[in-house]
């Protein structure tokens, strides 16, 4: 763009800085604030929101607010940039004299915004930060879609203590039995693994959503709860509330951790002739893991070759599990072969192929395929639980 000679708009610089933030040093988001000076965009709300937040990702707070006191055009955001930055950075005291002048001579303080964006941006410390500090200093009430938005961040890391938090004051404010507060926490409770307060918060509730069903059927399926998985899907279906696609995904899920496979089949057809959806790649990749885990791999490797789509790593990483679990040389390498493919430098398919080969006596092939791993330097992804108790 400069060796053409044109000029960058306030739409180019954010983007620009969003990059510079994760390399290694400052400088070149110092000489993009240089390139704003130039062309009198520094004012700029767009802009300086970037610069704020790049500054404050830097540590260099100082800078940051310098921004911020030189935008001219402070809308929501800007404001909003730097009060993460202060919380962020652990500077309480000054987010909150930052909160009293923005409720003096400032738009009215978002702080769901604020929280939702942590969330969306998977911060989830910064979230919770900001909802501890910023109510425990400001006095700021937070509303029921507050409670709504930070609740994900508890249930993606799977935090019972930092959720039971939020729903104990969900219950102070009077905002338990909201919609999306009780969906929330459903989901928050089933995704931590605690059945029974997914399914009190959920008979409790007053009026239910597609949210609410498809959380709790969810919280059933992954947790070993098939038939109740299923008979929720059957109450729900004479319920007043259509089934969408992730519900079809949570009850195959549930069929093939309960080895129904029967009624595994039946649903993908109803899903099809009775309710008009066509099935997407997770649909595919639960019914692969179902005939898989029953020993079907032909009928589940028949199934991938008819897909309308290209099956995506979830799929073929489903066949390729079931091959380990039943000791199929021949489908394991065709699975483990389209893996490579879709990740090259993910170590995770060789090392399902090396037990494979292994568990079948072929110990040269699991040796050769452990060298091929070490030489290119692949990385190895293991599986884990982040799940807290008490």
């Known amino acids: 763009m400069q060796s053409d000679g044109r000029r960058p708009d306030r739409f180019v610089f954010p983007v620009l800085l969003r990059s510079a933030a994760h390399l290694p040093d400052s400088r070149n988001g110092i000489a993009l604030h240089s390139f704003a000076i130039r062309f009198c965009l520094s004012g700029d709300a767009f802009i300086g929101s970037a610069l704020i937040d790049f500054y404050a990702k830097r540590g260099r707070i100082e800078d940051a607010r310098q921004v ?47 929280i939702s964006g942590s969330v969306r941006n998977f911060d989830y410390e910064k979230a919770f930060a900001t909802f501890r500090q910023m109510v425990a200093i400001s006095g700021v009430r937070p509303s029921s879609a507050t409670i709504s938005s930070l609740l994900p961040a508890s249930a993606n890391v799977m935090d019972l203590r930092g959720g039971r938090e ?51 059927i969810f919280a059933y399926a992954n947790h070993g709860h098939c038939e109740k998985a299923i008979q929720l899907f059957r109450q729900m279906e004479i319920s007043d509330v259509n089934p969408d696609h992730l519900t079809f995904t949570a009850v195959l899920t549930a069929c093939s951790h309960g080895g129904m496979v029967e009624f ?72 483990a072969e ?46 884990c639980s982040w799940i807290q108790a008490g």
């Not at 404010?173 to 009190?200: H, N, P, T």
Request: glycine fraction near 8%; charged fraction near 25%; hydrophobic fraction near 40%.
């Open 338 to 383: 389209r893996l490579r493919e879709l990740e090259p430098r993910s170590a995770g398919s060789c090392s399902l192929l090396s037990y494979v080969m292994s568990n079948a006596g072929r110990w040269g092939d699991a040796a050769n395929i452990k060298k091929m791993v070490k030489k290119r330097k692949m990385s190895r992804y293991l599986g």
């Open 166 to 216: 939020i729903h104990g004051y969900a219950v102070v404010i009077g905002v338990e039995q909201d919609l999306f507060v009780s969906s929330s926490l459903v989901d928050m409770y089933g995704k931590c693994g605690v059945i029974s307060d997914a399914e009190k918060v959920f008979d409790e509730m007053p009026l239910r959503n597609i949210v609410s069903w498809n959380s709790m």
């Open 68 to 114: 911020f006191d030189e935008t001219i055009e402070r809308d929501l955001v800007v404001w909003n940039s730097m009060m993460s930055g202060y919380v962020h950075r652990g500077l309480m005291e000054e987010g909150a004299a930052l909160l009293e002048k923005m409720q003096c001579c400032g738009p009215n303080p978002d702080l769901t915004s604020l």
């Open 264 to 335: 595994g089949k039946d649903l993908f057809r109803l899903m099809q002739e009775d309710h008009n959806f066509k099935p997407r790649l997770e649909h595919y990749a639960c019914m692969v893991d179902l005939l898989g885990r029953t020993g079907n791999l032909s009928i589940a490797h028949d199934m991938i070759k008819g897909m309308p789509m290209e099956p995506d790593s979830f799929v073929w990483g489903a066949l390729l599990g079931a091959c380990r679990n039943h000791c199929n040389v021949e489908l394991a390498e065709i699975a």
